[in-house]
């Protein structure tokens, strides 16, 4: 019952920080840097969440449902990353033929690449729902976006541009999932990366 309560409230909190951070980060993005500043981070966000369809495939309900385990954690892993490339290769030729260089090339591209790994560790999310830890995921969701979205705050006062903020946003982002969503899906599965031809051309039909 405790855990069943604590996973509610924790992915309520997760939810509500996701929804926040969008409008937060576009807020101070413009207040610091100006509305051209503002123009380009806005249209980052929209192509990036466009995009992360793409690297999310839909594959969560599928995969937190799939409580017979029809397929492996090595399964979803491996086939979420090639989502996620597939992902990038897209979004970045996106970029490059609707014309954008320099800076907005460099915002354009961090943003992705941020939501990309936002995509990505959906997939031990989806594990942890599965066996009934989602306070766990919920937990790391809240605090890493949470965590993410106050150092943007802080940074974009403290750099002539936001790339740099986005450069140190992806490094934060990367190292939690190393250290603390890794280290948790370490403790459920130990089998993350196995190439079944089969499995990911029935993965793909099914989500």
Same mark, same amino acid.
């Given at each position: 019952?405790?855990?069943?309560?604590?996973?509610?409230?924790?992915?309520?909190?997760?939810?509500?920080?996701?929804?926040?951070?969008?409008?937060?980060?576009?807020?101070?993005?413009?207040?610091?840097?100006?509305?051209?500043?503002?123009?380009?981070?806005?249209?980052?966000?929209?192509?990036?969440?466009?995009?992360?369809?793409?690297?999310?495939?839909?594959?969560?309900?599928?995969?937190?449902?799939?409580?017979?385990?029809? =397929?492996? %954690?090595? #399964?979803? !892993?491996?086939?979420?990353?090639?989502?996620?490339? +597939?992902?990038?290769?897209?979004?970045?030729? *996106?970029?490059?033929?609707?014309?954008?260089?320099?800076?907005?090339?460099?915002?354009?591209?961090?943003?992705?690449?941020?939501?990309?790994?936002?995509?990505?560790?959906?997939?031990?999310?989806?594990?942890?729902?599965?066996?009934?830890?989602?306070?766990?995921?919920?937990?790391?969701?809240?605090?890493?976006?949470?965590?993410?979205?106050?150092?943007?705050?802080?940074?974009? =006062?403290? %750099?002539? #541009?936001? !790339?740099?903020?986005?450069?140190?946003?992806?490094? +934060?982002?990367?190292?939690?999932?190393?250290? *603390?969503?890794?280290?948790?899906?370490?403790?459920?599965?130990?089998?993350?990366?196995?190439?079944?031809?089969?499995?990911?051309?029935?993965?793909?039909?099914?989500?």
């Amino acid at each position: 019952m405790r855990s069943t309560k604590a996973a509610f409230i924790w992915n309520i909190l997760g939810s509500i920080a996701v929804a926040a951070s969008s409008l937060l980060l576009l807020m101070f993005a413009g207040r610091a840097q100006g509305e051209s500043a503002a123009g380009v981070f806005s249209i980052a966000l929209a192509i990036s969440q466009l995009f992360s369809t793409i690297g999310l495939f839909e594959m969560r309900n599928f995969q937190s449902s799939d409580l017979k385990e029809k =397929y492996a %954690f090595s #399964d979803y !892993f491996t086939f979420r990353i090639f989502a996620c490339l +597939v992902m990038m290769i897209l979004s970045t030729g *996106y970029i490059i033929l609707k014309g954008y260089a320099g800076i907005e090339f460099k915002i354009l591209f961090s943003m992705c690449i941020y939501k990309m790994m936002d995509s990505f560790v959906d997939v031990c999310y989806g594990m942890l729902q599965q066996k009934n830890k989602l306070e766990i995921a919920g937990k790391s969701l809240f605090l890493r976006t949470t965590i993410c979205t106050l150092l943007f705050i802080v940074l974009v =006062y403290r %750099f002539d #541009d936001l !790339f740099m903020p986005m450069v140190v946003l992806n490094g +934060v982002t990367l190292v939690w999932i190393i250290v *603390y969503d890794f280290y948790y899906t370490r403790k459920y599965e130990k089998k993350w990366i196995i190439f079944n031809f089969q499995n990911m051309k029935l993965l793909f039909i099914e989500c």
